[in-house]
């Protein structure tokens, strides 16, 4: 598991058009790296979903953007174009990104206790050095909904005002427009 002030671990993995992306492109990049667990589930969607509809903010900061979960290429690029994604996904599909980032473990679900991915976000700085980890369980609950931005790291705020009803509303709208589109 990556701790604050270590160094971005090395990966050699494709992106969604099937091009080798290496870590060592994302030094002199403030880099977000968030792994979620499959393409096109209601969470990851309204989490990608999010990133995209903040991504002029995000950039306008200086960061950059990039997912990562197990599924194919072929999978991203679909994922991509439904949802008219504007940053990077990466496939990792043999987990060992996920695991040299700690974002592979032993997860629950109705008693069934299975290896899978688990939603976690880093975000390093320029150098490479890993600033923030953001650990998240309930997409619905805990995950991105930026009012503001740290300039120091990347700041995850849930402001008091917006209840869970609320936030599941903008997932049901994000899936209403994407299949309007």
Partial sequence: MLKIGDKM???????QNGETISSTEFIGKKTIIYFYPKDN???CTAQACNLRDNYDALIKAGYNIVGVSKDSVA???KFMDKHSLPFTLL???TTKMQQDFGAWGEKKLYGRTYMGTIRRTFVFNQDGILEKIEKTYNALESYYVPTKIDHRTFGLYMPDALEKSQLRGMVRRCFYMRDKI
């Fill in 91 to 93: 496939a990792d599909t």
């Fill in 9 to 15: 671990p090395f990966f050699e993995v494709q992106n």
């Fill in 75 to 77: 999978s991203h690029k």
């Fill in 41 to 43: 589930t209601s969470g």
